[in-house]
């Protein structure tokens, strides 16, 4: 009996009906763009207007990840708590998960994906019966809106700080780009850039113009639309006047001697296949959402041309962002590196709606706390002009904080969804060659 029970079972995996749920429905697509449809999460004493400090920590430690606790009951921060809302994605985008549901199966190995055209691939909700439900929501973070098809960070100021002392180490004045080269849902070209022979995915370009030793370095990704295969980066020092290759290795790196390495990027910057996934729970935890027009903002910064204001630091060695966080909805993943690396594990929290990754923790070598990487998100209604309407929640700041090092570094945005500022011929290594 238990030998044909095996069969059975070893024919179910065969075929992948053990480990996947059932084919998602139009219910299921709604529970996962309008998650507070209704009605929003609660927490015993967490309401609007609440400021969770080292005082009261200890009573919302369940609605607070591991690291944030740490960091709130020593002192280093408070987190004042703003109301929880929608952020209704694109309307494209949605459409396209429509249209192509049921459609995306995952392959017999990971990073392998079949029948995926365009929108969220996996609109079920995640089970722990599913062994490659970590995989599904990596999936879903990759092809998700993020940028949408193509926007810039125009400009983005990363500050180095010496987090016990506050002193400020360095400034760095850069623009960042993003295009998708495939399953594009909204601006032409669409379905995807051509011609496109190399078969890319996504493509990031990185100009930095501050401070005067480094300005005219240049950092390309390129990400294939195959996902087994790595990524190519390179990267052009202007004192140099060459184009370098990166090895794989160089993407956990220090960056220009940031906090960040060029694969903590957005929250996790790589192939999905170099990373081994496992999903661990859905919880409600405090997540960094907020609308920027409302905030208190930075009076040290530079004001734009346009009066855009960026979103101002403070706590321990302003390391930490003066916003607004909502009790939400999130996916709590877990991933080990497959290659030989200094992380141990990184354990990353993924807004349900959105699908960013807006909170990760990064462990050493021991499995000791390394790393605590925040991304703030604003409602594209609360920002520039250009962002009003396009559904696409707008990154807006960040703190990556070396908990061991007592070190940190601090980005300011300016996110802009333009499709002009990313023409397709910035994304190739000839641009890189062009000068200044």
């Known amino acids: 009996m238990k030998t044909k029970f095996s069969a059975v079972l070893m024919a179910l995996l065969a075929v992948g009906a053990v480990g996947s749920a059932s084919a998602a429905t139009e219910a299921d697509l709604e529970r996962s763009f309008f998650p507070y449809k209704n009605g929003v999460p609660t927490f015993p004493g967490l309401t609007e207007g609440t400021v969770v400090s080292s005082k009261n920590v200890d009573q919302f430690k369940d609605a607070i990840d591991p690291a944030l606790f740490v960091m709130i009951k020593r002192g280093w921060l408070e987190v004042p708590v703003g109301k929880t809302t929608s952020f209704d994605m694109n309307k494209a985008y949605v459409e396209a998960s429509r249209a192509n549901m049921n459609k995306t199966k995952l392959g017999a190995k990971p ?64 623009n960042l780009h993003f295009l998708n080269f495939t399953h594009r849902i909204q601006d032409e070209p669409k379905p995807e850039v051509t011609p496109n022979p190399s078969k890319l995915f996504r493509g990031i370009y990185m100009n930095i113009m501050e401070p005067q030793d480094l300005k005219g370095t240049q950092l390309l990704i390129q990400r294939y639309e195959d996902d087994t295969k790595a990524d190519d980066a390179y990267l052009y020092l202007g004192f140099q006047r060459r184009v370098r290759r990166l090895a794989t290795g160089q993407v956990t790196d220090s960056f220009l001697g940031a906090d960040l390495m060029i694969q903590d990027f957005e929250g996790y910057n790589d192939r999905l296949s170099a990373y081994k996934w496992k999903y661990v729970a859905t919880k ?147 641009f890189m060659r062009g000068g200044d």
């Open 111 to 174: 990073g392998e994906i079949e029948g995926f055209v365009a929108g969220r691939p996996f609109l079920e909700e995640p089970s722990a019966a599913d062994p490659r439900a970590g995989e599904k929501i990596m999936w879903n973070y990759k092809y998700g809106v993020n940028w949408g098809d193509n926007a810039a960070i125009y400009p983005f100021y990363w500050k180095y700080r010496n987090m016990a002392t506050g002193q400020l180490e360095k400034t760095l004045k850069l």
């Open 284 to 430: 409600n935890v405090l997540m960094p959402y907020y609308y920027h027009n409302q905030l208190k903002l930075a009076e040290d910064m530079p004001v734009e041309k346009d009066g855009y204001k960026y979103v101002d630091f403070g706590g321990e060695g302003k390391c930490f962002q003066n916003v607004t966080w909502q009790l939400r909805k999130v996916y709590v993943v877990e991933g080990s590196p497959v290659d030989p690396s200094p992380i141990s594990k990184r354990v990353i929290y993924i807004d349900a709606q959105a699908n960013n990754i807006n909170r990760s923790l990064i462990y050493d070598k021991k499995g000791e706390l390394w790393k605590t990487y925040t991304i703030g998100k604003s409602h594209p209604d609360s920002h520039l002009p250009i962002n009003k309407g396009s559904g696409i929640p707008i990154d807006d700041s960040f703190s990556m904080v070396d908990v061991q090092a007592k070190h940190c570094t601090t980005g300011q945005f300016k996110g802009q969804v333009d499709v002009k500022l990313n023409p397709p011929r910035m994304f190739q290594v000839q």
